[in-house]
């Protein structure tokens, strides 16, 4: 299978991200998750084989189950019949309706970690909400919490308290995008202990549609939004993930300075991250891809 960093299609285009493409179709969006690797906002010249099928293919998944939770704008895996449409978007493409993206992150923290981690040792807090003393890397926190970030057009995500975040959304979407996200997360982590995985944080969004009413958008549960931890070894104390985290670390012990230009990936590390992209995919839903 080819490994596809970027695309160029007879369609307009209405956005290129770090990893996903997306163009208009008549009403709809047809979103294109390539194979690119984004790590500290970086986008690496190397793809990761078989990552971008992961991502649409598992968000595919987590949209159906959670449906019930709240709607979503997922329409369908099948591609759209237009004309000269490239055969390597069977499998990472998704059609879906075109809404207006809230402007939040919407962070969910069941364990505490990454940046939040490394706030929570300055601050003892995240976000401005207090946490208990002694936490540990990778602690399980007392409930899940809400952690927004803006979603920030060039440069880094920055983290919020609520009553920014309710500036930025208002009130009322502000209350439902949060008990969605805990709704969502405590699902999904639930889901996914049952298959031996611990989902220690994700990141969800959510957009306006037609209606103005708030939906689901974007990815979901993928091992680009979330943290995903094996349960074996995080019993004994051990963080194996798998997800981006594992180039994260590659990376922080390279000296790299997390600027452009970004340092090339040995193969054995794109080898791995896409084995541990396939394995989240293979526990959780049972199925090889
Ligand atoms: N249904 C939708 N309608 C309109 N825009 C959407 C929809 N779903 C997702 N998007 C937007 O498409 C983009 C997806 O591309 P990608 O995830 O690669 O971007 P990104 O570089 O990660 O940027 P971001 O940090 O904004 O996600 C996101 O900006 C997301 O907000
Ligand atoms: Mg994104």
């Not at 004309?83 to 993206?101: I, Q």
């Not at 899940?144 to 920030?152: C, E, L, R, Y």
């Not at 979901?220 to 931890?229: E, I, K, V």
């Amino acid at each position: 299978m080819e490994t596809i960093t970027s695309t160029s299609l007879e369609l307009p285009l209405l956005r290129k991200g770090k990893v996903r493409d997306t163009y208009v179709l008549e009403g709809s969006l047809l979103m294109v998750a390539t194979d690119r690797l984004s790590a500290f906002d970086v986008v690496f010249r190397e793809g990761i084989p078989r990552k971008g099928e992961v991502l649409n293919r598992l968000s595919a998944f987590w949209f159906e189950k959670t449906k019930k939770i709240i709607r979503n704008h997922f329409v369908t895996l099948e591609l759209p019949k237009v004309n000269n449409l490239p055969g390597y978007l069977k499998g990472r493409s998704m059609v879906v309706e075109k809404c207006t993206p809230l402007p939040l992150e919407c962070v969910v923290r069941g364990h505490i970690t990454g940046s939040a981690w490394k706030e929570y040792q300055k601050k003892g807090s995240v976000c401005g909400i207090q946490l208990p003393a002694g936490l540990h890397d990778g602690s399980e926190l007392p409930n899940p919490i809400f952690t927004p970030s803006t979603k920030a057009e060039k440069g880094h995500d920055e983290n919020i308290d609520e009553k920014r975040a309710r500036q930025l959304v208002g009130d009322e979407t502000f209350e439902t995008v949060r008990q969605k996200s805990i709704e969502l997360y405590d699902f999904a982590d639930a889901y996914a202990r049952k298959r031996g995985l611990v989902l220690a944080d994700t990141k969800f969004e959510f957009g306006l549609d037609k209606d103005r009413k708030v939906i689901l958008i974007d990815e979901a549960l993928t091992p680009d939004s979330s943290r995903y931890w094996l349960e074996e070894k995080y019993d004994v104390g051990i963080l194996e993930s798998l997800d981006k985290q594992y180039v994260r670390n590659y990376l922080e012990g390279t000296g790299w300075n997390k600027s452009p230009p970004p340092p090339p990936l040995p193969p054995e590390v794109v080898q791995k991250t896409t084995e541990r992209y396939l394995q989240a995919y293979a526990m959780l839903t049972g199925k090889k891809l």
